[in-house]
């Protein structure tokens, strides 16, 4: 399908990229990767007047990695973080969730900001932003903000950003080490969107009990959860066959998915069910 017409920019400077935004009133929408942004204008989803192409704008690409945690600039793609040799060992979930994202093609101009700032229920970065207490800096005309994960996801395709304000970074906590975890999803094709998928880790004591368990997921509701029922369970106890069919018990329970044309939501509850333990076996193997 043809795209409908619009007018494009591209500053290099983060003030002219935000000055741009707000000129527009709502109107303008950043560009990185294309790779939600163009289908949604095919289909006429989404109309902007104006396309803001953020790819000039420095140290937006960058991935530092310090005591305070891991750094995404917002324009770092998926193939980046594939590429980076000391992601594996500063953010093993990362690596392990952006695994499921999409195909080589998508991996190579998709970017982190545009991931977040889509806000697919069922997509992987969100999912580990929100397991992991991600907090993400926006900057608009009114200045620097960090949201916290929790708050700035409001549901399918809708987060807390404002229309003039640009995602500059995600900052993951720091990941401590000997910290278990896995992530599971079931998609029907792979790199397909997941019909369910799980983020989770835990922090074990001397005496293999888990500690600090977070537990998120993904494509069941209209944006990525904890489940706290979940980690209440976990917490202070091993990870045995008792406690993986608790938590699988639990995890269905507090999920409240819809039925839609690729699955009924008894099956996505079940699903999820399944995922957690699979994902605990995984974290405790
Ligand atoms: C066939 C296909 C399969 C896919 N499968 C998956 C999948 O399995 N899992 C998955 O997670 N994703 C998947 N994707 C989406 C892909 O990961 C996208 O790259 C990602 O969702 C958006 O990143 P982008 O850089 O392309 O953003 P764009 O498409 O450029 O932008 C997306 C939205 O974010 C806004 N935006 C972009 N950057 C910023 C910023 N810095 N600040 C504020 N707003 C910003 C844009 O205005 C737009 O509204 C798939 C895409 C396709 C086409």
Redesign the pocket.
């Known amino acids: 399908m043809k795209l409908p017409s619009f007018a494009y920019a591209c500053p290099a400077t983060l003030s002219e990229a935000v000055a741009l935004l707000a000129a527009h009133d709502g109107e303008a ?12 204008m095919a289909f006429r989803v ?1 109309l902007p007047s104006l396309l803001v192409d ?1 790819r000039k704008i420095p140290d ?1 690409k960058q991935i530092q990695i310090s005591d305070d945690g891991v750094r995404l600039g ?2 770092v ?2 193939r980046d973080i594939e590429d980076d040799v000391h992601l594996a060992k500063a953010h093993p979930l990362l690596i392990a969730a952006i695994a ?4 080589y093609q ?1 991996r190579n ?3 982190v ?3 977040v ?2 806000a ?1 229920p ?4 969100p999912g580990v932003a929100i397991a992991c207490e991600a907090e993400i800096t ?1 900057v608009g005309k009114g200045g620097n903000r960090i949201i916290k994960a929790a708050d700035f996801f409001l549901g399918a395709l809708t987060t807390a ?1 404002e229309p003039d ?4 970074e995600i900052r993951l906590p720091p990941w401590p080490a000997g910290r278990r975890f896995a992530f599971q999803e079931f ?1 029907q094709r792979r ?4 019909m369910s998928g799980v983020a989770l880790y835990y922090d074990p004591d001397a005496d293999g009990r888990v500690g600090n368990a977070h537990v998120g997921v993904i494509g069941v509701a209209d944006r990525p959860q904890r489940l706290a029922t979940v980690e209440a369970i976990l917490n202070g106890r091993t990870i045995s066959d008792a406690t993986l069919a608790a938590a699988a018990e639990a995890a269905s329970a507090a999920v409240d998915p819809h039925d839609d044309i690729h699955a009924s939501a008894a099956y996505r509850r079940s699903l999820t069910g399944t995922l957690v333990e699979r994902a605990l076996r995984s974290a405790a193997g």
């Open positions: 929408k950043p560009l990185a990767g294309g790779q939600s942004l163009m289908p949604m989404a953020l937006l917002s324009m793609r998926w499921h994202v999409a195909h998508i101009r998709g970017t900001g545009g991931s700032a889509h697919d069922a997509a992987e970065m926006a950003l304000e640009i995602i500059t998609a790199g397909d969107f997941a």
